[in-house]
């Protein structure tokens, strides 16, 4: 077995064999993130349930015909609970009493405004006692009522106008005059489809890729600097540095097996929140828009940069971490000293989730793409796209920052500092003291 | 008898600290050479310069004719280093342990198994070598990397207070699978140890360090008889009075 495949079997054996890793890493995702899912899933269906069958109280000071109607077609929907009361003051107090969400009030004079043309009012009282969902959404289940109570007798009313006037015409035609058809063109492709659901759809999709790589990221990095600290916890290292192996292939070994365990992690992470945004967001209505034709989608080529692109970047977190946790000397400040290095990570990742790197302003462009993990969060999204030169000019740019901080690894693996090496709160309380003096 | 180490003046600051003051020593094939003196006598800095592991600031040590800085992978080749506080990877076995550490020094399987049985030997751990080494005592993770130091027949090992911590039946296991290996195997050995006793009983020529500096060299029976004393304890102190 050559030194490289021995170290790094090593490395995923001690790291895999720690119980904190294996339950942290991998169960960790694949456990809590279902568990979630199925807590949101459950609260969600208890709300529909709530909405399907909450019931509306109903108020009117108004006996005519239109009231009447109306009580009548919100009776055949839902369970109404007709208030009787001498004030609206009196009919508030009663409602509040109900197990009712809300209250339909129609004032005297609503049936006659409404036959004489002029709009009746109405009042919908939400019942807010305990601030969820299920009390808000219940109003706007009255509200939507209403609404199609309100355009169905519209066109009964214009339909009898017509005849009145003798005119032959389609009364929603009349109603709404005017029907717009939203299309969007795509790299020259014109598709039947509004640039709000394209939006939606590349939004819901490509929003994946940004958390997989940061995630995957956050536990390569804590991986190798936990590789390197357990070295030192272990007091292991001294005995790895003497061995007839170049320090070069120990660099490599703990790079390789920090990545394949950082691989591990990040397919469990998006099995887990697969299933977390399957079953938390089921309730929601997500579009089924098939983009491939327009282009819009990662096809082989944009797979393979993707692929080289998380490569890269993953290698240069990885020896970054390792540059940093050479001068700690348990896994505890390993791991600290690391976590300075999730601030450039998650913030680009965080902020180019939502908006594009050309909506912000130039300072703040400037300072990101300085960032080499922007490119990282870029690449992705430029692959999605299908802008490959985008994704190789990103690519270029963080192999450039993997080459240098892969030599600085390099170096401190080759010198006496990968033992001698030390960050404590007293060296840095005394440079401190030096800056002072 | 050809020179298994040679050092020459050597000197090694950190920062403001000098740990070595001008060090020179030669070592012959085949001898157990100690290395002797108290805590922070640079005792372990010497062995770090011999094993590769730091760089002097000046002076020159050579293992086998190899410069320890110009050839550093070479020197890795040939000897074997135990450092003082050193530990296992804990959630391996000692098995597991023992395979890891002889694949880099063995070119197939038949080699790598012929040394897992010599260490299975020199350890005396049997069937607990399946266990994890979590699972361990200190002197049997000692036993352990004893075993790692020498089952693949260095021709120089290092052996930094290989009994440090020990109780008294571990520390005598332990210097008995020493002595018993170097004088079947032939090994050259490097120790240190601030344990006079240890010393006189293992080791065939001793030099005396304190801060930095040799101040006495020879076998355990010259050392005694120059300094008039009863043990080398007693040696050691004369030494650093008169020094």
Known sequence: MGSLTSLTLKEIKELVRDPKILFGVVLMPLLLFPVMGSAIQVSQQ???KAIV????????????????????YLETN???????????????????????NAMVYMPSGFSDNVTAGVKGNMIIYGNVKNMNIAETQSTNVVGTLVNIYSYYYSLARIENLLQAAGEAANPDAIRTPISINYQSIIKGTVL??????IISVVMNQSIMLPIMIMVMVMFAIQMAATSIALEK???????LMTLPVGRLTVLGGKLTGSIVIAVAGAIAYMIGFGYYMGSAMSFTQFSTVNLGSAGIGIQPVGYVLLGLNIFVTLVSALALAICLAVFADNVRSAQSLTGILIVPIVIPAIILMFSDIEMLPPTFQWILLAIPYTHSILASKAAFLGDYWTVLRSIAYISVFTVVVLYAAAKIFSTERIITARFTSKSLSGLFRKRQE | MTDAIVVS?????????EALRGVSFVVRENEIFGLIGPNGAGKTTALRIVSTLI???????????HDVVKEPDKVRGILSYLPEEAGAYQYLSGMEYLRFMAEFYSHDRAETDRMIKNAEEISGLGERLRDRVNGYSKGMKRRLLLARALMMKPRLAILDEPTSGLDVMQAYHVRESIKEYSDKMGVTILVSSHNMLEVEYLCHKLALINEGVIIAEGTPAELKERYNAI???QAFMEATQLG
Do not use: C, H
């Not at chain 1, 109903?58 to 009447?68: K, L, M, N």
């Not at chain 1, 039947?192 to 659901?197: E, G, K, L, V």
């Open chain 1, 233 to 239: 916890e272990q007091k292991t290292l001294e005995t």
């Open chain 1, 53 to 72: 069958t909450s019931t509306f109280a109903v108020y009117t000071e108004d006996s005519g015909v239109v009231a009447s109607t109306m009580l009548d």
């Open chain 1, 192 to 197: 039947n489809i509004s640039p709000d659901a």
């Open chain 2, 9 to 17: 003046d050597l000197r090694k600051s950190f920062g403001n600290i």
């Open chain 1, 78 to 100: 839902r369970t109404v609970t007709v208030i009787q009361a001498d004030s609206l003051t009196q009919a508030i107090a009663q409602f509040q009493g109900t197990t009712s």
């Open chain 2, 231 to 233: 043990n080398l304890e």
């Open chain 2, 55 to 65: 760089s002097p600031t000046s002076g020159r040590v050579e293992v086998f004719g």
């Open chain 1, 46 to 48: 208890s709300v529909e």
